[in-house]
Structures are given as structure tokens and as C-alpha cells.
């Protein structure tokens, strides 16, 4: 499966973008979908993750209440909805594809268990 992810820019701290990651190749219901983020000199972090069934969804701590992962199987598309952004949200993000169940896993947020990944695409957020 080849992911595109886009959405990013620069916004102002408080402000709100939505990302999209649009799938191609597969259909994108086969895979546990998830979001990371990258700065320069550090490891890519996770996010968000949402599992194939559109049921079940985890985010890191620093982004609860903030961002909402969501998908449209129909579509092909997963999103990132992202309300109240700071500076620390700065960086690339990337959306990834899982082909094994990572439900109810402890490694879900450990980039090395996703298959597939988009190219990245860009958030600044400007204080």
C-alpha cells in the first residue's frame, strides 16, 4: 500500500489543522493505522493509532483531549484532526500502516511494528 500524507502548514499556536493520510495500492480497512511525528535529532514519536475496525484508538498523553484519529475505509483515508496546537506540536508527521493486529499490544506505538509509511508532511505551529 503506498500512503500520502498531507494537510500540514504553518498555523498559530491555539489554532487548528486536519491531516490526511489517503491510501492507494490496497484497501486500507486491512491495516491498524497510526500517526507519528518527528523533529530534527530526535526519534520519530508516536501519536495516534486507530484500529482497522474504527473502534478502538490511542493517543499519547500530550495529545488527549487536543487530536482525534479517524478514518474513512470508504474513502481510503485516515485523518488527524488537531485543535488547540502549541509550538511543541512542531514537526513532520508521518501516517503509517500496520498489516498485523495491534489491538490491545503494548508495541502499538513502536514505529518498527508498521509496514508501510507516508512521505511526511510538515507542521509549524508559531507561538
Known amino acids: 500500500v503506498q500512503l500520502q500524507a498531507s494537510g500540514g502548514g504553518l498555523v498559530q499556536a491555539g489554532g487548528s489543522l486536519r491531516l490526511s493520510c489517503a491510501a492507494s495500492g490496497r484497501t486500507l480497512s486491512m491495516y491498524d493505522m497510526g500517526w507519528f511525528r518527528q523533529t530534527p535529532g530526535k526519534e520519530r514519536e508516536f501519536v495516534a493509532f486507530i484500529s482497522k475496525g474504527k473502534t478502538i484508538t490511542y493517543y499519547t498523553n500530550s495529545v488527549k483531549g487536543r487530536f482525534t484519529i479517524s478514518r474513512d475505509n470508504a474513502k481510503n483515508t485516515v485523518y488527524l484532526q488537531m485543535n488547540f496546537l502549541k509550538s511543541e506540536d512542531t514537526a513532520v508527521y508521518y501516517c503509517?500502516?500496520?498489516?498485523?493486529?495491534?489491538?490491545?499490544?503494548?508495541?502499538?506505538?513502536?514505529?518498527?511494528?508498521?509496514?508501510?509509511w507516508g512521505q511526511g508532511t510538515l507542521v509549524t505551529v508559531s507561538s
Open positions: 503509517a500502516a500496520a498489516g498485523s493486529n495491534l489491538v490491545g499490544r503494548t508495541w502499538y506505538p513502536q514505529p518498527s511494528v508498521y509496514d508501510y
